[in-house]
């Protein structure tokens, strides 16, 4: 008896007084992330296949508008952008507006979502039924993003490992940024510059 | 000097603290690189980590493996639970001069503190990082904390290897003397998704790892499948494989560590096997030496883990029943002459009363 009363740890402080309590909130997980209901995620990563055209379509569009960005100016441009991006992606993908999207790696299943947010495949506590160690009623987002890759034409992205994610880079627009990497690299290309 | 010692392969003649010389071809200064490149079996052991300031309570727990394993595993807070750091077992162990595997987990510190840790412990001795993830804090003794997760396992793998080969912090700030270390890895060959896991083994070994540890293993044929697939990507050349083992308690331990412990498998048939034993713990032990039997002769096995939590006693056994060491004794801490007499003349220190005070010996010198 003595050692069980001995061995209380803040843990099992912290469960004792949830249970006393009335109100015990529901949609918390201990990463304090609010759970959301991940049908559209699920959906998106079904239909990666899509997804993938209707990016690589947009991104193409948006290099093709780039004097445009310049004229009006980046920086400018940056708000408005960024505010259809944090929806479109909010919606499509429950967006984490990392700035860095790393979504055609990733079989369009944002890895931000994972409670590690890992950006290099599954950690080793995947559940049996595939779902997240950290979230038992979420399905794993990277079982998920390896079933998106498969359906999807360049998806063996996801084999290449990805740098950590810069931080600094948080509540930026990703895809005015790679617009404009793109077209400093199409710029380079046209000088003959290497690289 | 050292007359009674016994030759000890991989030692530094000097000292037992001091690195060995640089071999060709090895990244590192430790037994286990050497070990594993001769293409000796290899077994590693993890250290329980204590809840203690006391430096003994580390040394006793190290004492058992004694003779038994090339690499002892120091845990950085295993299961989000609270203990001694991995970096400080790693100083009192290399003071010893074990050859030690420091893990890092990527849920506690952030690249500065991580990069920081990484020399600090080159510094001290160590060989070996096992750089992990990390379980999620929800699983520890402290469900409250924050996880940082800013680096995960396979960008920790380059951020090691850059400051390793490029003598450089991952900023591009140079460093003036690289750290020396084996680079390892966990893996998993039994969560979903199955088919992704060889590909996942593929980049950490891209990343830079050069040895890898499993999780439990008690399904073989799971195991064999996904050695098989390793196999195919032809990973074997740049990385050696051991496979976690570890003995069960009990059929009720077995059922609580796959409800509980994040990412084990146990399948059913072993819990069968346990239930309808009459001795648990023998039976478990036993268990663990038939995996290993069966896991040494699969292809590209390089060594086994064992992890015996809170049964750390049971490793010399199991190493020894299993016969993988096939005769050979790992490096083995033993007491030289000159320690000895070290030890005589600190007891007399120790120990000698001295009823002068320093102003009475002053005085004495004054006269």
Same mark, same amino acid.
């Given at each position: 008896m003595a050692e069980h009363t001995a061995k209380v740890t803040l843990a099992t402080r912290i469960r004792k007084a949830a249970a006393r309590k009335d109100y015990r909130p529901a949609d918390v997980s201990p990463?304090?992330?609010?759970?959301r209901r991940y049908s559209m995620r699920l959906w998106s990563v079904r239909h990666a296949r899509f997804l993938e055209r209707l990016y690589n379509f947009f991104a193409d569009a948006f290099l093709l508008l780039h004097p445009f960005?310049?004229?009006?100016?980046?920086?400018?441009a940056e708000a408005p952008v960024k505010f259809v991006e944090k929806r479109v992606k909010g919606l499509l993908f429950d967006c984490r507006m990392c700035g860095q999207c790393v979504l055609s790696s990733t079989g369009m299943s944002c890895p931000m979502n994972c409670p590690k947010q890992l950006r290099n495949g599954p950690c080793g506590g995947v559940r049996a039924n595939g779902n997240c160690e950290v979230e038992p009623d979420m399905p794993c987002v990277w079982v998920k993003a390896w079933e998106g890759s498969r359906a999807m034409a360049g998806g063996d992205a996801i084999l290449t490992v990805q740098k950590p994610v810069d931080q600094s880079l948080r509540e930026t627009s990703a895809w005015l940024r790679v617009t404009a990497e793109a077209a400093a690299e199409r710029e380079r290309e046209r000088a003959g510059e290497p690289a | 000097m050292s007359t009674h010692r016994p030759v000890q392969p991989d030692e530094n003649p000097a000292g037992i603290d001091l690195p060995l010389d640089p071999l060709p071809g090895h990244s590192s200064l430790g037994r286990l690189e050497r070990v594993l490149r001769r293409g000796e079996f290899a077994v590693t052991a993890e250290l329980n980590p204590p809840d203690s300031a006391n430096p003994h309570e580390v040394?006793?727990?190290?004492?058992?493996f004694d003779g038994w394993v090339?690499?002892?595993n120091a845990v950085d807070a295993s299961g989000a639970n609270c203990h001694m750091s991995s970096v400080g077992i790693c100083a009192l162990l290399t003071r010893m001069g074990y050859a030690t595997i420091l893990q890092i987990s990527c849920r506690d510190r952030n690249r500065i503190a991580i990069q920081g840790d990484v020399l600090g412990a080159a510094a001290m001795g160590v060989g070996n990082i096992l750089c992990l993830t990390g379980d999620g804090v929800q699983a520890g003794d402290q469900p409250g904390a924050k996880p940082v997760f800013d680096l995960d396992s396979m960008s920790l793998l380059e951020t090691v290897r850059i400051m390793r080969d490029k003598a450089k912090f991952l900023s591009g700030r140079k460093l003036s003397t690289p750290p020396a270390v084996f680079l390892g890895a966990a893996i998993n060959p039994f969560a979903p998704p199955h088919d992704f896991r060889a590909h996942r083994l593929a980049k950490k070994v891209a990343a830079g790892a050069q040895f890898v540890q499993g999780q439990y293993c008690y399904d073989v044929p799971m195991f064999r499948d996904y050695?098989? #697939?390793v196999r195919d990507l032809g990973l074997l050349e740049d990385v050696f494989v051991l496979c976690g083992v570890g003995p069960l308690a009990s059929a009720r331990t077995a059922r609580w560590m796959r409800a509980n412990v994040p990412g084990v498998h146990i399948p059913d048939h072993v819990i069968a096997r346990l239930e309808g034993a009459a001795d648990q713990k023998a039976e478990g #032990?036993?268990?663990?030496?038939?995996?290993?039997n069966e896991v040494k002769d699969i292809p590209g096995v390089s060594g086994v883990h064992v992890m015996a939590y809170r049964q750390e006693e049971y490793v010399a056994e199991i190493v020894h029943e299993s016969g993988v060491l096939k005769g050979r004794t790992p490096w083995k801490r033993e007491a030289r002459a000159d320690d000895v007499m070290v030890a005589e003349r600190l007891e007399h220190i120790l120990h000698d009363e001295s009823s002068e005070t320093p102003q009475q010996i002053v005085k004495e010198a004054a006269n």
């Open positions: 990463q304090r992330r609010v759970q960005w310049k004229a009006v100016g980046y920086a400018r | 040394y006793e727990r190290a004492a058992i090339d690499g002892i050695m098989q #697939k #032990k036993r268990l663990c030496i038939d995996i290993i």
